[in-house]
């Protein structure tokens, strides 16, 4: 079963059996995608910092390696949106040479997660966190976009987003109404084109108007060509870059950390939204050792971080590919692209990138999602707000992890709210009353004089530690023997266990006797491990409340009681007679 955890699905598909119309299918379906591909791909490049023939570069290398390798049948990989903000920030501090080895160790840490077991526990990464970093990246394209959008004469683009504005603020004199048209134009277009058909994408459309448009009419707008020189037509061969020194790997880890976090949630939810469509399942640990591999090579053909492309891998399904094959032709699809017509993409409108990249990061935004989120629990708002608002004003590294962290405390605050803790014998004499359906509730028992039940329901650990001392600390009275009772407490850790540890000393310097009762098979483990189950003895663990009440009388040198009889209800017969529900019900601690 192991094994099987980590075979490739394109060796699955051959296996089940590959049919000539499966091929047609595919091939057609590699086709589309490779050309949806060719304008993101070469957008992506320029808005990530780096030339436009590395975006396709990126596209090449990771679609071809991702489809051969993936967990998903129907998985295409390349360069995404996601990535822009990341990928910019890391060249404009360490260079690209910076970004090469950042990628190289992402990728080591990609195959290590897959090894390790761990694609289902990305799949726990809180909603709220993806959600606010995805739509803080969807601002951040969008803000880096309006320079080339509007034909603002700027040098370079600040990467601080207020400064960002700023600037254009100084430079709206400049603006530029050729450029304007061709960047609204193009976003107008992608827009209405699915009117016309969805077998053609519109940004390929755009793309070869606006392109056409601005050559003819002699446009003054800037192009792929004026600002980037000519694109080459070749892919390059592998180059193994420098090995920086130690203090310099220690700087790159932490963003070398973020590119991996970041291709395993995108990956992981591109290839959950293919089952979805495909009805198949994905191997969530093979996709993160494919995305691994595809960011150890894209770095040595002079690409950039590539991931699980969720729009493409949609647009592949949508067009009937159902094995890796499509996503081996789509690869092949954009080289051959790159080989014949690589040349004439320097002709292509810098606004009409702008614009495309304008259209995907209001897709990325998901404004429904976060406007629904901005309506649910207030532990919820606060981290896709700090998340969000992270990525935009410091950077994305820090907003992952903070909002990481912020969740993981909101969440155990949740846990240890949700465990109730208390003397069950003193609510019993008037405060409160326990359900009195239930077979094992102190209502149908005896409790001696000098006897205190305290109950722990829920998980027992760290959070709900301060809790359980603070409730036994309230004791006026000094009991003879402490029942703690703990048929709901299913975990237990190391503090829990500490507080356990605090409560059996003190008992003991009082002269109080303590019983546990109801423990489950966990915090059993736990105790044995630590030695607590010697030190308690096991003459004082039950496992029912019935039998640790008797170990009260025995201290108490009083006689035992017998068990209640099982609590049975009853319903009516339509004829009027009681019937019972079955037989004795079995007893639970």
Request: hydrophobic content about 50%.
């Amino acid at each position: 079963m192991s094994q099987h955890l980590f075979v490739p699905k394109l060796w699955s598909s051959f296996r089940e059996g590959y049919t000539r119309k499966q091929l047609t299918s595919d091939v057609l379906a590699g086709i589309i995608v490779g050309i949806v591909a060719l304008p993101l791909a070469i957008a992506f490049g320029i808005a990530s910092g780096v030339k436009p023939e590395q975006g396709l570069y990126t596209a090449i290398v990771a679609g071809l390696l991702i489809a051969v390798l993936s967990g998903s049948r129907v998985q295409i990989g390349g360069p995404t949106g996601a990535f822009i903000v990341i990928v910019y920030e890391i060249i404009q501090e360490y260079g690209y040479d910076g970004l090469v080895i950042a990628t190289l160790l992402a990728g080591v840490l990609l195959i290590l997660m897959g090894l390790a077991r761990l694609g289902s526990v990305i799949k726990y990464i809180p909603y709220p966190v993806t959600v606010g970093f995805t739509s803080g990246i969807a601002l951040i394209i969008f803000s880096g976009q309006l320079r080339d959008l509007f034909g603002l004469q700027m040098e370079q683009v600040p990467s601080e987003f207020i400064e960002k504005f700023a600037a254009y603020g100084e430079h709206l004199s400049t603006f530029s109404i050729s450029a304007a048209l061709v960047g609204l134009g193009t976003v107008t277009l992608i827009l209405l084109w699915p009117r016309v058909t969805h077998r053609i994408p519109g940004s390929l459309i755009a793309i070869i108007v606006t392109t056409a448009a601005v050559s003819l009419l002699d446009l003054p707008v800037a192009t792929i060509g004026s600002r980037f020189g000519a694109v080459p037509n070749t892919l390059p061969l592998p180059h193994l870059p420098a090995l920086p020194a130690w203090s310099e790997l220690t700087r790159l880890f932490s963003p070398a950390l973020t590119i991996a976090i970041l291709a395993g949630i995108e990956s992981l939810l591109s290839a959950v939204v293919a089952d979805g469509m495909t009805g198949r399942r994905h191997r969530s640990n093979m996709e993160l050792i494919a995305q691994g591999v595809a960011n150890l090579a894209c770095p040595l053909f002079g690409g950039i971080p590539a991931t699980g492309a969720i729009a493409r891998t949609a647009t592949n399904i949508k067009n009937g590919g159902r094995t890796p094959i499509a996503g081996i032709v789509h690869a092949v699809t954009l080289l051959l692209i790159l080989l014949f017509f690589g040349k004439w993409a320097a002709l292509i409108p810098m606004p009409t990138l702008a614009g495309i990249l304008v259209v995907v990061a209001w897709n990325m935004s998901e404004a429904h999602l976060f406007a629904k989120l901005l309506r649910g629990p207030r532990s919820d708002i606060l981290v896709l707000l700090s998340t969000f608002g992270l990525t935009v004003l410091i950077d994305l590294t820090v907003a992952i992890q903070v909002g990481m962290v912020l969740a993981a405390f909101l969440f155990m605050r949740r846990m240890a709210e949700a465990t109730k803790v208390g003397f069950i014998t003193r609510e019993l004499r008037g405060e409160e009353d326990e359900e009195i359906d239930d077979p094992n509730s102190l209502t149908r028992r005896k409790v001696p004089a000098g006897v205190e039940v305290f109950e722990i329901n829920g998980p027992f650990f760290f959070g709900a530690a301060d809790k359980f001392k603070n409730a036994l600390g309230a004791v006026s009275e000094t009991p003879r023997v402490l029942i703690l009772r703990m048929r709901h407490a299913l975990t237990l850790d190391a503090t829990a266990l500490k507080a356990l540890e605090s409560v059996h000393d003190s008992a003991r310097r009082d002269g109080t006797a303590l019983l546990l009762s109801g423990v489950h098979t966990q915090p059993l483990v736990v105790m044995e491990r630590s030695g607590f189950l010697e030190v308690i003895g096991d003459e004082n663990i039950f496992g029912n409340i019935d039998d640790a009440l008797n170990r009260a009388r025995e201290i108490l040198h009083l006689p035992a009681e017998p068990r209640p009889m099982p609590f049975v209800p009853s319903v009516q017969r339509e004829e009027g007679t009681s019937k019972s529900l079955g037989g004795a019900m079995g007893r639970t601690p």
